[in-house]
């Protein structure tokens, strides 16, 4: 027998012999709820653009509603449409995840999201986001040593990629803090969900990193930089990138000792990063102000890998105080 708090069972008027839903969750605990079906419950929100004319404004609303777990979306308007909403729209299927439009009047747009929680999970979108800020790292330093413009603009391209994956996994962990259900239908506890989400963001900001490279590779096409300084600057990058790697593997592996070994070599790394700043304070001043910003993102790169590797400790430490 389970005695309920009154004041929950009245809240949501629950009387003698109504059924209720008991879930094991991922950390041992019960979830008592009235909800007996699997799914979470259907959430819609509505638009009206009526009086509405900022494109972005109503961008960044249809994004917000999309990380907050929303499943339907409707925009209405009490005339036609305006003609920038369409585009809004078509700009927003394209950068989110299972987002469709499902009906579509002169006034009005459904939007529907087509994607269960349970069919991508965090641990794989997150070694995908891995993988794409990676290369596109790898492809800016490629670019600053070849004046590739087109390999560049390839990069700045490919953060679209990570945003949809980023605003993916911020998705998936607020629908998972509302629905205690998906817990362990995704596999996951609400306390890892939220240490990939701290990731996640982490990794969009090193793609954010890798486009501002992949600028200034722009900027040296007419200053390019010496051979010696190219080599300099690809060979700080890839340290950089292996402290990335090992910290990232380190989550995976719940291993608090190579996490901690990656910090030490971010430490390890900075006179790494102060020489190459001298060197482009010995430039003309273009090349100076470009070389210098590139040798800051990768210095990023290596803290951000640096900031992975204290939650993974922090995490993994959170685990073996509750077990």
């Known amino acids: 027998m389970v005695t309920l708090p009154k004041e929950w069972a009245t809240s949501l008027k629950i009387k003698k012999n109504d059924p209720l839903r008991v879930i094991t969750q991922a950390d041992g605990t019960l979830l008592i709820t009235p909800n007996l079906a699997e799914d979470p419950v259907q959430r819609t929100r509505e638009f009206d653009v009526s009086s509405c004319s900022s494109a972005p404004f109503l961008f960044r609303s249809l994004i917000g509603t999309y990380i907050a777990g929303y499943t339907e979306i409707t925009i209405r308007s009490k005339t036609h449409l305006p003609p920038f909403v369409r585009m809004v729209v078509r700009d927003f299927t394209q950068m989110t995840i299972g987002q469709e439009v499902m009906e579509e009047t002169d006034t009005s747009i459904r939007i529907k999201d087509l994607l269960?929680?349970?069919?991508?999970?965090?641990?794989?979108?997150?070694?995908?986001m891995f993988v794409v800020v990676r290369a596109m790292h790898r492809d800016a330093?490629?670019?600053?040593?070849s004046g590739d413009p087109e390999l560049a603009r390839e990069v700045i391209?490919?953060?679209?990629?990570?945003?949809?994956l980023h605003w993916l996994i911020a998705r998936?962990?607020?629908?998972?803090?509302?629905?205690?259900?998906l817990s362990k239908k995704m596999g996951v506890t609400q306390v890892t969900a939220s240490t990939y989400t701290v990731v996640s963001r982490i990794l969009e900001r090193i793609g954010d990193h890798a486009?501002?490279?992949a600028m200034n590779a722009l900027l040296l096409r007419d200053h390019p930089l010496d051979?010696?300084?190219?080599?300099?600057?690809?060979?700080?990058?890839?340290?950089?990138?292996?402290?990335?790697?090992?910290?990232?593997?380190?989550?995976?592996?719940?291993?608090?000792?190579?996490?901690?070994?990656?910090?030490?070599?971010v430490h390890e790394a900075q006179p790494l990063f102060e020489e190459l700043h001298g060197t482009a304070l010995s430039q003309l001043a273009e090349t100076a102000i470009a070389l210098g910003s590139i040798v800051e993102s990768i210095r990023r790169l290596a803290e951000y890998s640096g900031d992975i590797a204290e939650g993974v400790i922090n995490h993994v430490m959170e685990r073996e105080v509750k077990t």
Not at 172 to 181: D, E, G, P, R
Request: aromatic share 2%; hydrophobic share 40%.
């Open 116 to 128: 269960s929680p349970s069919e991508l999970s965090f641990e794989s979108t997150l070694k995908r």
């Open 227 to 265: 051979q010696e300084t190219v080599e300099r600057l690809r060979s700080a990058s890839e340290h950089a990138l292996g402290i990335l790697e090992r910290a990232v593997a380190s989550l995976f592996a719940r291993d608090i000792r190579m996490a901690d070994r990656s910090i030490e070599e």
């Open 141 to 145: 330093i490629a670019a600053v040593a």
């Open 172 to 181: 998936h962990a607020n629908m998972l803090m509302k629905h205690s259900s």
């Open 211 to 213: 486009v501002r490279i």
């Open 157 to 164: 391209d490919e953060d679209r990629d990570v945003d949809r």
